[in-house]
């Protein structure tokens, strides 16, 4: 990689990063041949071995945490399972988000074949129509949204906006592939336009926020889809 990793926080126990698009968070046996990972990066980076505490689609830019020993990993992954850490997304998807807010309580099926309960927030922060045609109509409609995991599913907030018909930008294999192609064509944009724009947790009654800027791609895209306006923070 040609530039180090951005460091969001560091202390003894963990560091936060913001992990950029297109990058494994650690080895993977559906990826064999990849060699660059954020895990041996970091680890290459700041001379210290490191674990995983969770993980992040490797299409999803954004916060991505780890820590330096077991006792720690324990604590922020119990955390985790608990449902004591907040994490909130950002998203631009295909469509006019409606409702404006909303929760999805919907079943996935994992690796495995095994159903498991799913619930993810979500909430509207702005809607935008270009006069550029993606298909049968003359204009083109998006949203831009914040989603708010409350289980940790394996691409469960990619596979919860499919199924509610308002697929994100540039995500395969559950999105669009009509808008995927559009948008590589008009705008050379091939990133999947989801980042994780903060998590937040309690470890030993010491409080953690952590925010990760987002990508040049990402703030490209909202200023070619005019949903630059409505970001939040």
Not at 20 to 34: E, K
Not at 220 to 227: C, K, P, Q, S, W
Request: aromatic share 10%.
């Amino acid at each position: 990689m040609e530039h180090p990793l951005e460091i969001l926080y560091q202390d003894e126990h963990i560091v936060a990063i913001n992990k950029p698009h297109g990058l494994l968070v650690h080895p993977s046996s559906i990826a064999r041949d990849v060699t660059e990972t954020a895990l041996h990066l970091l680890k290459d980076q700041l001379g210290k071995y490191l674990y995983a505490v969770h993980r992040l689609d490797r299409k999803t830019a954004g916060v991505l945490l780890f820590t330096f020993d077991k006792e720690t990993l324990v604590k922020v992954r119990k955390a985790f399972d608990e449902r004591k850490v907040e994490k909130r997304y950002v998203a631009i998807v295909r469509g006019h988000f409606n409702p404006t807010e909303l929760v999805l309580d919907y079943d996935l099926i994992n690796e495995n074949g095994v159903s498991q309960n799913a619930v993810t927030r979500f909430k509207s922060l702005g809607q935008s129509e270009i006069p550029i045609s993606s298909g049968r109509y003359e204009s083109s409609r998006y949203s831009l949204i914040e989603c708010y995991p409350e289980t940790g599913r394996f691409h469960q907030i990619r596979k919860h906006l499919a199924h509610l018909r308002f697929p994100i930008v540039g995500d395969r294999p559950h999105g669009c592939n009509k808008q995927n192609r559009f948008f590589k064509k008009h705008w050379n944009m091939m990133t999947m336009l989801l980042h994780a724009r903060e998590l937040s947790l309690s470890i030993d009654q010491k409080e953690y926020r952590f925010k990760a800027d987002y990508s040049d791609e990402f703030i490209r895209m909202l200023t070619e889809l005019n949903l630059l306006p409505f970001l939040n923070d």
